[in-house]
Nanobody
Framework: QVQLVESGGGLVQPGGSLRLSCAAS????????MGWYRQAPGKQRELVAV???????TYADSVKGRFTISRDNAKNTVDLQMSSLKPEDTAVYYC????????????????RGQGTQVTVSS
């Protein structure tokens, strides 16, 4: 099994910044895509930003220019730097790992973290 542990959520005022971090642990050989999704109350889970092991990044239109995703393939970590935060960014943010190859596994797997709350409010 693989565990994803997130950190860095909290309460921030509009216009402020937060940095989310996620570390994956387990018998990992490779993770193809790591990234972040979020779910606000009463809404569906949505992609925020993901990054492939080769370096390509995908952002939701709503966060382009404000959020930056980065990852360390060797350490199996992914970070999300969030700036110019808005109240509509309030949600539980989930770390996601797709295309995970483990030792002794039968194929690629997907994992999600427990989530960390981000609240943007004055």
């Amino acid at each position: 099994q693989v565990q994803l542990v997130e950190s860095g959520g909290g309460l921030v005022q509009p216009g402020g910044s937060l940095r989310l971090s996620c570390a994956a642990s387990g018998s990992i050989i490779r993770i193809n895509v790591m990234g972040w999704y979020r779910q606000a109350p009463g809404k569906q889970r949505e992609l925020v930003a993901v990054m492939a092991s080769g370096g390509s990044r995908t952002y939701a239109d709503s966060v382009k220019g404000r959020f930056t995703i980065s990852r360390d393939n060797a350490k199996n970590t992914v970070d999300l730097q969030m700036s110019s935060l808005k109240p509509e960014d309030t949600a539980v943010y989930y770390c996601n790992a797709d295309g995970v190859l483990r030792y002794n596994s039968r194929g690629y797997e997907s994992y999600r973290g427990q989530g960390t709350q981000v609240t943007v409010s004055s």
